[in-house]
């Protein structure tokens, strides 16, 4: 069965500086997704980055960027420019090709420090 | 722009009443689902479904009933409530599941306490 990991229930940085969230998976296949998803105390769940297994190009969405290392099954989050909207819970999940079912790591709460 | 919109945002029960979570998507999508989320763990889907007409059992479908009579929405229902389903309940659809990478977009998630 595949599960996500998520080994840092929190994490704190400086606002201004980088931070890596760090995520780890297991899974026997060899397409998949992986997403970065962010829950701000407002509670939405909202989509900060995607990366299809296939691509070995690292996904970027302006601040945000992933190192994807498929041969170690990890699916870090780096977050440059820390603001202090950034604060939040961020989930790493799993979505395996030809599924439906998201598999979702616990998350790692976020703190930004003014 | 609604997008996925849960209703209620919030509702105390007792324990052995029944309820029924409303969502509803302005998006045309074909899927849908129903997550719940605990503190300190991930969200676990509960049940989903892949077109109006269809449902399928998720990772926790015990205690809950779903329906998708209409292509808009999904009803997500508890027969007899217990506080142990007591939790954020999250709904959540996308354009296609499996072999896409569309995202799944969720609503603003509805506070259910069960005394």
């Known amino acids: 069965a595949q599960t996500v990991t998520q080994s840092q229930p929190e994490m704190s940085v400086q606002e201004a500086e980088t931070v890596t969230l760090s995520c780890t998976y297991d899974t026997s296949e060899s397409d998949y997704y992986l997403f970065w998803y962010k829950q701000p105390p407002s509670r939405q769940m909202i989509l900060v980055i995607r990366?299809?297994?296939?691509k070995q190009q690292n996904a970027t969405e302006n601040r945000f960027s992933v190192n994807f290392q498929k041969a170690a099954k990890s699916f870090s989050l780096k977050i440059s420019d820390s603001q202090l909207g950034d604060a939040a819970m961020y989930f790493c999940a799993y979505l395996m090709d030809s599924n439906y079912q998201l598999i979702w790591g616990a998350g790692t709460k976020l703190i930004i420090k003014p | 722009n609604a997008g996925v919109t849960q209703t209620p945002k919030f509702r105390v029960l007792k324990t052995g009443q029944s309820m029924t979570l409303l969502c509803a998507q302005d998006?045309?999508?074909?899927?849908m689902y129903w997550y719940r989320q605990d503190p300190g763990m991930g969200l676990r889907l509960i049940h989903y479904?892949?077109?109006?007409?269809?449902?399928a059992k998720g990772e926790v479908p015990d205690g809950y009933n779903v329906s998708r009579l209409k292509k808009q929405n999904f009803l997500l229902g508890l027969e007899s409530a217990a506080p142990s389903q007591t939790s954020v309940y999250f709904c959540?659809?996308?354009?296609?599941?499996?072999?896409?990478?569309?995202?799944?977009?969720f609503g603003d998630g509805t506070r259910l306490s069960i005394l």
């Open positions: 990366q299809e297994a296939y």
């Open positions: 479904s892949v077109g109006e007409g269809t449902t």
């Open positions: 998006m045309n999508h074909e899927y």
């Open positions: 959540a659809s996308s354009y296609a599941g499996g072999n896409s990478n569309q995202p799944q977009h």
